[in-house]
């Protein structure tokens, strides 16, 4: 195989977002547009208020919860928690509002969440509104040796294949533990754009390129796999998400949570939204709970 070589490798500054939180924005910020079918990665430091009631159309997004909860609620009724090592697929389609409040964990931790945007093809931007859950006792695990151990969310890796369609869009996810002295190698699909986001650590890119904690990598077109390791004189395990997605031939205008492929859609999605229709009929007379308790 072929390792993929770095487009770009960034910092992901703090940013406000919400009620007073507080994220850490990669895809999405200024050094990282439309990385399609890539829309948005935060990953949450800071909680404040959460994020109250707001609208969706246009794209799916996957939630990781690392640890502490999350409460969600929406329009069309749908409500649960989402804790430690679970995921969340929520598919906007047509439109979708609601409100997602982190919490402590039942130990006390403070909530640590990586959120994920990925656009719709434009066949399906008017699709019916869908959540799917998947737990952390349903992601398999792969021991590819005494070093790395992956979380296999969606792909295969090691032998070691994922729960099947968990977003409309075709997208691998890899979590990754690797202890001082072990190296990974995932292959990773033609066609698909590819990065890389370090929670914790340090890891070196084919074997030169050292990726500092809180960096994003976006990688190159060319090569069929992600080749990574991390220094046997490490003090500490290094745990980083690898996640790749099929590229989309379509224009891209997102204007905050909606996401076209023109502006005049765009306009037509804030008045829908405005008037309650098209999609956006039950914001008539709803609140979520969570965001009002």
């Not at 130990?107 to 019916?128: F, R, T, Y």
Request: hydrophobic share 35%.
């Amino acid at each position: 195989m072929t390792g993929r070589g770095i487009a770009k490798s960034f910092l992901a500054h703090e940013q406000a977002e919400g009620e007073g939180a507080r994220v850490r924005r990669s895809i999405g910020s200024m050094k990282a547009r439309n990385f399609s079918p890539f829309l948005l990665l935060d990953h949450l430091v800071a909680t404040g208020k959460g994020f109250p009631d707001h609208p969706h159309r246009g794209q799916e997004t996957i939630t990781y919860v690392l640890q502490g909860n999350v409460d969600h609620e929406d329009f069309t009724g749908s409500k649960g928690t989402i804790g430690r090592g679970d995921l969340q697929f929520m598919t906007a389609g047509k439109g979708i509002v609601h409100a997602e409040m982190p919490r402590e964990g039942d130990s006390g931790e403070p909530p640590e969440i990586m959120q994920l945007w990925v656009d719709l093809p434009i066949e399906l931007k008017a699709c019916e509104p869908k959540y799917k859950n998947l737990r952390a006792e349903e992601i398999p695990v792969a021991d590819p040796s005494d070093k790395v151990q992956v979380w296999v969310i969606s792909g295969e890796s090691y032998g070691t294949k994922s729960v099947q369609d968990l977003a409309y869009t075709p997208v691998v996810f890899y979590d990754y533990r690797v202890q001082p002295g072990g190296k990974i190698s995932q292959p990773v699909p033609k066609g698909f754009n590819v990065f890389l986001y370090l929670l914790h650590g340090h890891i070196k890119i084919n074997r030169d390129t050292e990726v500092p904690e809180h960096h994003c990598v976006l990688f190159d077109e060319d090569g069929d796999s992600i080749e990574a390791d991390v220094d046997e004189s490490a003090e500490n395990e290094a745990r980083f998400i690898l996640v790749g997605g099929q590229k989309l031939d379509q224009p891209v205008v997102q204007y905050g949570p909606f996401v076209e492929t023109s502006s005049d859609l765009v306009k037509q999605a804030f008045m829908d939204y405005q008037s309650a229709k098209n999609g956006f009929e039950r914001l008539q007379g709803w609140y979520s709970q969570i965001d009002h308790e």
